[in-house]
């Protein structure tokens, strides 16, 4: 069965970035529903206990829509708290150079993270990739779907490095309609070292 994961760090560690009131209710809340209710979809579907997230995600289309929302829910989440900390990092070497090679630098990822984010009507993720040909590339996907499920379209595909949670639970209490100023206050607090660490296992 799955279990929702402890956070890192206390809810208040991300202030003024991202409010206490909104990751308490979006990690003891948002998240534990998600784990309880692919849980039960999986029971409820004599489905394969001992199955990974990865494994289920690459044949999603086997399996029906509670599997799908909720477990990427669970997937989605989980890489989310792993990426952030208000301690500065930059991106390791390799990445940086990736970084460099594909946007122009930081500043160029900056702008093309927030457009694909931007660009999501409704509820979704947008995320950075390592895709099939080992290159970064910025995606985004609806719903909890997330890159590695194989019903996501085969150009949106690849390894997550980075994903940011663009569904309005995520910012409202704190930045109401202003999805500008909720991305850009992410991309304050990224954890660039586990960034170049999940790059390096990609790249692998
Ligand atoms: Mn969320």
């Given at each position: 069965?799955?279990?929702l994961p402890?956070?890192e760090?206390d809810?208040d ?7 206490a009131?909104t990751m308490e ?5 948002h998240?534990n ?5 692919l849980n039960?979809?999986?029971v409820?579907?004599g489905i394969d206990?001992?199955?990974s997230l990865e ?6 289309d086997?399996?029906p829509a ?8 669970h997937?989605?989440?989980s890489?989310l708290?792993?990426?952030?900390s208000?301690q500065t990092?930059q991106?390791?070497?390799?990445l940086?150079?990736?970084i460099n ?5 930081m ?6 993270f927030t457009?694909a984010?931007m660009d999501i009507?409704g ?17 985004h996907?609806?719903?909890?779907d ?6 996501t379209p ?7 490095l980075l994903?940011i ?7 409202y209490?704190?930045h109401?309609?202003?999805k500008?100023?909720?991305i850009?206050d ?7 070292q586990?960034i170049s ?8």
């Open positions: 069965m799955f279990t402890k956070l760090y809810y560690a991300l202030e003024p970035y991202i409010d009131k209710i979006h990690h003891s809340k998240h529903a998600y784990v309880t209710k039960k979809a999986i409820d579907n206990e001992n199955l494994e289920l995600f690459a044949q999603m086997s399996y509670a599997v799908r929302n909720n477990g990427g829910g997937y989605n989440h890489l708290w792993t990426s952030l208000k990092s991106p390791g070497e390799e940086a150079q990736a090679d594909t946007f122009g630098g500043d160029g990822f900056h702008g093309e457009a984010a009507f509820s979704g993720w947008a995320w950075l990739v390592v895709d099939g040909d080992k290159k970064l590339k910025i995606v996907t609806p719903n909890q997330n890159p590695l499920m194989n019903t085969a150009e949106k595909q690849g390894t997550p994903g949670d663009m569904w309005e639970h995520a910012y209490l704190k109401q309609n202003d500008g100023e909720w850009k992410f991309l304050q607090i990224i954890d660039w586990k660490e999940r790059y390096a296992e990609a790249m692998k």
